[in-house]
């Protein structure tokens, strides 16, 4: 834990996101209040927790958190204002969905978004504070999921499986199949596509 860090009384909220990197879909993310006398075991950074593990505790996070909330901002907003300020647009509408209110939020990161309350960016925070690694849960599940609806509507593009992250396959079925309005144009793998025509 930081030596710095100071958590006033009161609800304080998690908040994470998953989706800045991908080429296609929205960046989303999770705010979460968790209850002290039901207290969640086994929480961590998403990244580290396999596919199965992440739904169990995604479950137990919906059901025994105080409160919980998801934001989102799509790929054309992303476009319009860059995915930094998507990133944080998504990140306090998050927070603007709990009820009750938080009084303070610690945001992942090194940056916050302009809240309702009090707010503290900890880089890392994911790896040290359960209340983030929760909300990293939480968005990472939400995106996953969304990810493989949007695999159903746009074939051949394996979004199930890379979850619009710019893996090899990723690139080749932009390079085939064609640009999507799913696909984020500002990104430059995308953005180069387009221009070649």
């Known amino acids: 834990m930081d030596a710095e860090l100071y958590i006033p009384e009161g609800h304080v909220a998690g908040v994470d996101e998953a989706g800045r990197g991908p080429l296609a879909g929205p960046v989303i993310a999770g705010a979460v209040i968790l209850d002290p006398g039901q207290p969640i ?9 396999s596919a199965s593990r ?11 958190a ?15 204002i860059n995915i930094l ?4 647009q998504a990140m306090r509408r998050a927070v603007e969905a ?16 302009d809240l309702y309350c009090t ?20 968005a990472k599940v939400t995106r996953d999921r969304e990810m ?5 509507r746009y074939p051949g593009y394996g979004l199930a499986q890379h979850k619009g992250y710019p893996s090899k396959k990723h ?24 221009e070649r025509g």
């Open 41 to 49: 075991a086994g929480l961590r950074d998403s990244k580290r927790l």
């Open 66 to 80: 105080l409160a919980w909330g998801v934001g989102r901002a799509e790929v054309e907003e992303i476009d319009r």
């Open 85 to 88: 300020q998507a990133t944080m």
């Open 98 to 113: 709990l009820v009750p209110f938080a009084d303070h939020a610690l945001i992942d990161g090194n940056r916050c978004p």
């Open 148 to 152: 493989i609806d949007l695999d159903m």
């Open 119 to 138: 707010a503290q960016a900890i880089i890392k925070g994911d790896s040290k504070i359960p209340a983030i690694s929760a909300a990293s849960i939480l």
């Open 54 to 64: 992440r739904d169990e505790l995604y479950d137990q996070i919906t059901e025994h």
């Open 171 to 194: 690139i080749e079925a932009l390079e085939s199949l064609g640009v999507t309005p799913i696909h984020r144009r500002s990104y430059a793998p995308v953005r180069r596509i387009i």
